[in-house]
């Protein structure tokens, strides 16, 4: 049987999720995230794209991503095999670190836009990581609600649908989680 064939058109955005092979560990310590983001701008280079928000968790990862003139496809297979070299270099091990498949929601509304940014930035909290959002390190979280700047991130866009100070009105949007019907935490 034949895969899906991944929607892709310039201007599009996506909710990128990937699991570590076997749900296991993609990053055991801080090198292994610093190397990802490393690799992220790399990719970045080449194949240009904005990063609205994301988050690396020990097991998985969430990206934001609107492509620009690459089809998804390209950015998600040359950081993964990158990321995965790197990886088995490190550990000393051989084969998949990536357990199947990305997977990729197209974003097609402002309202899905925004659901996703939250729900990217609340998963250390609903993980019972931690106790506060920002106090997650490998978020983007923490430089949308300080004037830090991250440079991974663009948030221009996110901004946009917030009410001065856009720093505090969306820090409220994602503390302050609605509790709604088909809403990304109850999948």
Known sequence: MSRKLRIWYPGAMYHI???GNKRGALFYDDCDYFTYLQILEDVR???PFVLHSYCLMTNHIHLQIET???HIQYIMKTLHSRYAVYLNRRMKTV???FQGRYGDELIESSEYF???SRYIHRNPLEAKMVIRCEDYPWSSYSSYITPSPNPHVDPTKTYSFFL????ISY???VENKLEKRGSLYDK
Request: charged share 20%.
């Open 164 to 167: 001065e100070p856009v720093h």
């Open 171 to 173: 820090q409220s949007y």
């Open 17 to 19: 999720t990937a699991r």
């Open 114 to 116: 925004l659901e996703v």
């Open 95 to 97: 084969g998949h670190q």
């Open 45 to 47: 280079f080449m194949y």
């Open 68 to 70: 620009i003139d690459h």
